[in-house]
């Protein structure tokens, strides 16, 4: 079902602009793959396991780096 947004001058050139470089048909089209590209985003959250934030940065310096 369509329904009517309001959006400013400035939001509509984007999101043309969006609609061409993406080749999408309709302006639904393009929000939709803006959001899924935007969602495809890996987090680095948790990447380094849940190790002690010392045990992580203890080898990070050499003993002679330090003041």
Not at 23 to 39: L, M, P, T, W
């Amino acid at each position: 079902m369509p329904t009517t947004i309001q959006i400013g001058e400035r939001t509509l050139k984007i999101l043309k602009k969006v609609k061409e470089e993406t080749h999408a048909s309709s302006y639904d089209e393009a929000i939709n793959k803006i959001v899924a590209i935007r969602a495809k985003k890996v987090s680095l959250g948790g990447y380094l396991g849940k190790r002690p934030l010392k045990e992580i940065l203890r080898d990070l310096r050499d003993e002679e780096d330090r003041f």
